[in-house]
């Protein structure tokens, strides 16, 4: 069977944000049409950007950009909801505006950490004042067009601790330079070369350097056609791998940057079949490609702090397939899924031991017992996190037992059309 899955969330948050600020109009193809790219474009109506809504099948679509200093005051706080990205980078786009605007989210989203992007941007120029917890949302931001050149070591590899200060060097014309100690997705980096911010980066001993050094006064419109989310294909990958699926299926278009690829080389050592068919076109921003799948016999692996970068939203599906690998999978060097969508280390052990699954929580990851072939019964939670919604699903429909997932609705916030495709995917065995 051949499928796709929806646009990258990480790429059409990052190109509608990207085409607001930019001079003329940009033209986006197969942008990603759910709850997260909807909190941010919410967000950029409310700062002014008049924009139509993105269609759901995928086709263009025209956003006018006003310009690096064209966003206006919004009348009312600018809600992201469920979404980090958008919460994130906007608070970088914001800090180098002249203007005051509130972000808010979510109850989930509130309790996400917001110092680890205010505190640079802080030394940048810009004021957050807080309006609940110190280091959370909501936070009102007053910025300033002209903020103070950073240096920066981040504690932590993350595109969006990255990008938001990156995106406040471009609105806030300020040289930026950002050392993390493992690169992260690259995304940001990539689409500003292609409208006329350069940014370089490269490895040192501290970690991975990214510079931009001489932000634009203006940065063009961009033309960008979003691949397939390798982090939505994942879960049909999961799927197929678990024997859910048949024996052969490939999932076309999907974006293949090296910087979120690390899945793919954990599924070869666990024992699967995938093969990957570059389609890159020519000046494509991002690498896209087809994947074939194949199930085999699912071994135990080890993921360790090297590559957690690269596939950071995969890790639950990780862990639900060490539950049907043989031997022990031990995921370390992860910490950072502690402050996700939830602890996701805390609710997939919960989910996985209430399957009847040995897990050993680690701080910085946990170890799983696997069993293959078990029938795995019971009842697991949501835990109101789009990613684990749809991890513990796929683990139901692919093993024999009976799971019931309680709200498991919340896959909407980045893979809309999720349940049907499953469903269609698991009907042709
Ligand atoms: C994202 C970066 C990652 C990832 C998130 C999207 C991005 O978060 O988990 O789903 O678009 O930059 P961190 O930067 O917090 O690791």
């Given at each position: ?22 001079r ?43 310009g690096l200093d ?75 067009s ?24 471009l609105t806030?014309r ?22 006329g911010a ?16 001489h932000p634009p006064d203006e940065i ?210």
């Amino acid at each position: 069977m051949r499928i796709r899955v929806p646009g990258d969330k990480s790429l059409s948050q990052r190109a509608l944000i990207l085409s607001a600020l930019g001079r003329g109009t940009s033209r986006l193809k197969g942008l990603l049409c759910s709850g997260d790219t909807e909190s941010t474009l919410r967000a950029l109506r409310g700062l002014g950007i008049r924009t139509p809504n993105i269609p759901r099948d995928g086709s263009e679509v025209f956003i006018q950009g006003v310009g690096l200093d064209g966003l206006k005051t919004p009348d009312d706080a600018l809600d992201l909801g469920n979404s980090g990205t958008g919460a994130r980078l906007l608070l970088g786009v914001l800090a180098g505006s002249n203007l005051s605007a509130t972000i808010d989210g979510d109850a989930s989203l509130r309790m996400r950490p917001m110092a680890r992007v205010t505190k640079p941007l802080e030394l940048m120029g810009a004021r957050f004042q807080p309006l609940g917890r110190v280091g959370r949302l909501p936070v009102t931001v007053h910025g300033s067009s002209k903020l103070k050149p950073l240096e920066w070591s981040s504690p932590v590899a993350s595109g969006q601790i990255k990008s938001s200060l990156l995106f406040a060097g471009l609105t806030g014309r300020a040289h930026t330079v950002l050392t993390e100690p493992l690169e992260s997705r690259d995304h940001t980096e990539r689409m500003f070369n292609a409208v006329g911010a350069a940014v370089t980066g490269r490895e040192t001993d501290a970690g991975w350097r990214v510079e931009m050094p001489h932000p634009p006064d203006e940065i063009g419109p961009l033309d960008f056609t979003v691949p397939g989310d390798i982090s939505s294909a994942a879960f049909v990958l999961t799927l197929v791998a678990l024997g859910g699926a048949g024996t052969e299926v490939t999932i076309q278009s999907v974006g293949l940057n090296r910087t979120r690829t690390a899945f793919l080389d954990v599924l070869s050592r666990m024992g699967v079949d995938i093969e990957v068919h570059d389609r890159t076109p020519e000046g494509s921003i991002e690498p896209v490609g087809d994947l074939v799948v194949r199930p085999g016999g699912l071994l135990a692996t080890s993921v360790g702090a090297f590559e957690t970068p690269f596939l950071i939203d995969e890790l639950p599906l990780v862990a639900v397939l060490g539950a049907c690998a043989e031997g022990e999978t031990r995921i370390s060097g992860a910490q950072e899924l502690r402050v996700k969508e939830s602890d996701r280390i805390l609710t997939v052990t919960e989910n996985l031991r209430a399957l009847g699954v040995a897990v050993e929580e680690l701080d910085d990851g946990l170890i799983v017992q696997g069993v293959p072939g078990r029938k795995l019964s019971g009842r697991v939670s949501a835990f109101g996190d789009h990613r684990i919604a749809m991890s513990f699903s796929v683990l139901a429909k692919a093993t024999g037992g009976s799971i019931a997932v309680a709200d498991a609705r919340v896959s909407d916030v980045s893979f809309p059309g999720f349940d049907q495709l499953i469903q269609k995917l698991t009907e042709q065995v």
